[in-house]
């Protein structure tokens, strides 16, 4: 019985993955005009023939060919105090910077943040619920005063705020961590420009997409200081959500469109490619050129990759111009994704995800230390936490 309803669901779910006509991306936001699939949009990505693997800087493998400084920044964060009406969490960034897939820089950022929810007057002078933080840096440089690299008052977000509301309801307070350590990658981003130079990459893990509140501001500000530097700003997103006019999923129609298109005169499927142009983005909240890639002949993955627009501006007014620049990019970034254990994925990004991921039993200890450091206090504490904490209770149990 089981086996046939498998089938049957097999069945329904093969019949809707399908090529149709006329597909094309769908963004149901104003300043999107989708630019239809065709398969002349392949473009390939020259890649080095040593198939060496990126290096950490502790080994000793061979050089690849570019000699592009690319900077990798990823973020991680962990609640260590959850209540309807405050949150505690831990967040850590890291940066590191490679050439010729040596690590050459790394640079980390750790600090806490404390969200609660208050009542206050809002703009228009009414009373409304709203989740204010305060932030405390975990690693103060000697020396120095202390000044957090992100505001605080970037974090001031209404209960229903509608970039961060969960449907009808009020925001989860614990978006708030969330939202901090995505700023922080941005801040992060910036004070490592000057370690680049002129012609370097910035790849941070997601997309340029401005989605929240004040998120617009640190990615402008980074915009600005690594423009005014030479450096290019892009973006990596590890899973896309994003569907074609059809319902199809983009990445994996692309995917597939690939194992029957060459370039060159070679099949798509045996080489490393990325996909250009999708869209013509014309949003102030979206300042970005998006591309589609495969990073590695190997990989059975295409990812969403993104770059500030401005970047690129120039070089489209000349074709040749702007298939030099992507194919020099590409292949550089190209070059970083030999990994063995996850071809086609920026090493850079791996070690950030590795350096800046907090463990569960970082999160045990730092819980336990403010357990012991509140005293009696935790007495209360606790009856605010039993809230929300009842699945966790009965996970335990099962």
Not at 131 to 149: M, R, V
Request: aromatic residues 10%.
């Amino acid at each position: 019985m089981q086996s046939q309803i498998i089938g049957k669901i097999i069945t329904s779910l093969d019949g809707s993955l399908k090529l149709n006509e006329n597909e094309a991306i769908e963004f149901n936001l104003p300043g999107y005009k989708a630019v239809p699939i065709f398969k002349t949009n392949f473009h390939a990505i020259e890649q080095s023939n040593k198939e060496n693997n990126a290096d950490d800087g502790n080994k000793n493998n061979n050089n690849v060919i570019t000699n592009t400084k690319i900077a990798f920044i990823d973020g991680g964060n962990v609640e260590l105090l959850s209540a309807p009406n405050f949150s505690l969490q831990f967040v850590r960034v890291f940066a590191c910077i490679f050439q010729d897939n040596k690590r050459i820089f790394s640079k980390k950022k750790e600090f806490y943040v404390l969200a609660k929810c208050i009542n206050r007057l809002n703009d228009e002078g009414k009373a409304e619920l709203t989740y204010t933080a305060e932030i405390f840096n975990a690693n103060k440089e000697p020396g120095k005063d202390g000044k957090t690299f992100i505001d605080a008052s970037d974090l001031l977000f209404a209960a229903n705020d509608e970039t961060i509301r969960d449907g009808i309801h009020n925001a989860s307070i614990s978006a708030v961590g969330e939202i901090a350590r995505k700023f922080g990658e941005l801040a992060l981003a910036k004070q490592i420009v000057n370690e680049l130079g002129e012609d370097g990459i910035i790849v941070l893990d997601g997309s340029l997409q401005a989605t929240i509140t004040n998120h617009k501001k640190y990615l402008e500000q980074l915009y600005a200081y690594a423009h005014e530097k030479g450096i290019v700003v892009s973006a990596l997103a590890k899973t896309s959500r994003l569907f074609s006019n059809n319902g199809n999923s983009m990445a994996g129609l692309l995917n597939e469109i690939s194992a029957n298109t060459q370039v060159n005169g070679v099949i798509c499927k045996n080489i490393a490619w990325y996909y250009y142009p999708v869209v013509e983005i014309e949003n102030d909240n979206h300042k970005a050129e998006l591309f589609f890639v495969k990073l590695n002949k190997a990989s059975e993955y295409v990812f969403r990759f993104e770059i500030f627009k401005d970047c690129l501006a120039e070089k489209k007014q000349d074709s040749a111009l702007l298939a030099g620049f992507l194919s020099e990019l590409f292949s550089a970034i190209a070059n970083n994704s030999r990994d063995l254990a996850f071809p086609g994925y920026p090493y850079g990004l791996i070690f950030a995800d590795k350096l800046a991921r907090v463990s569960n039993n970082e999160k045990e200890y730092l819980t336990t230390m403010f357990q012991a450091k509140a005293g009696k206090s935790w007495l209360v504490i606790k009856k605010y936490l039993n809230a929300v904490n009842a699945h966790d209770v009965l996970d335990r149990i099962g």
